[in-house]
């Protein structure tokens, strides 16, 4: 079955240093893989599609097929990145898409 | 306007009631999500209406009733809820996948936090 896999619940690091959330996922086909952020009183939106191989906020992702992982990783953390962060997948159907939610990595920028 | 919209922000009911959440979008998305989360979970996914006709019902119980009148308004019908459905109640919509592709993005409103007595 299609899963995904945050392995930590809460990460903790200082201002300025460096970032990786992991991200882990099992998939039968091709997977199509996302990175959600969730702000504190804010909506969830999209930070990232492993697709537009772009760079948000500072972050980025690569898709990495071998060891079938999507982690989040930013060199230089800063305060305002606190948040929840969820890896997912997403599936497709014929008429609509399926998104499968990690269980969140909370992200916490200490001063 | 790129925002989905949600009302009410807050909503208490007891458990003989009958409320409606309600879900607007003026994107042109065709197709439109319900999601239940949990305090400190992920949303799970309830249910997706694509051109406005249910496509996947991931098994929810009865007492939940979602319905979709036109394209850009999606509700979902509550009866005889339980305490253990509070929670938050998220949409979202999206553009449908075509022969071109194309981005399907997800956008989410900023829920209906729901207390059940």
């Known amino acids: ?111 | 306007d790129t925002e989905v919209t949600q009302t009410p922000k807050h909503l208490v009911m007891g458990m003989t009631n009958k409320k409606s959440l309600k879900c607007e979008q003026h994107m042109g998305h065709r197709a439109m999500y319900w999601y239940k989360q949990k305090a400190k979970k992920p949303p799970e996914l309830m249910f997706v209406y694509s051109y406005e006709k249910l496509s996947i019902n991931e098994s929810v119980p009865s007492r939940f009733s979602p319905e979709c009148p036109n394209s850009s308004l999606l509700n979902l019908h509550l009866h005889a809820l339980q305490p253990e459905d509070s929670a938050l109640y998220l949409c979202a919509s999206s553009r449908l996948p075509t022969p071109r592709g194309g981005e399907e993005t997800q956008y989410f409103g900023p829920g209906t936090r729901l207390l059940v007595l």
């Not at chain 1, 898409?97 to 920028?109: D, E, M």
């Open chain 1, 1 to 111: 079955a299609q899963r995904v896999t945050q392995p930590e619940k809460l990460l903790s690091v200082f201002k300025g240093a460096p970032v990786e959330l992991k991200c882990n996922y099992s998939y039968s086909g091709s997977p199509e893989l996302f990175w959600y952020v969730q702000y504190s009183r804010q909506r969830l939106q999209l930070l990232l599609r492993h697709i537009s191989r772009e760079s948000i906020k500072g972050f980025t992702a690569d898709l990495n097929k071998g060891e079938t992982s999507f982690h989040l990783k930013k060199p230089f953390a800063q305060e305002e990145d606190s948040a929840m962060y969820y890896c997912a997948l997403r599936e497709p159907y014929s008429s609509a898409s399926k998104i499968i939610f990690g269980s969140g990595t909370r992200l916490s920028i200490r001063p």
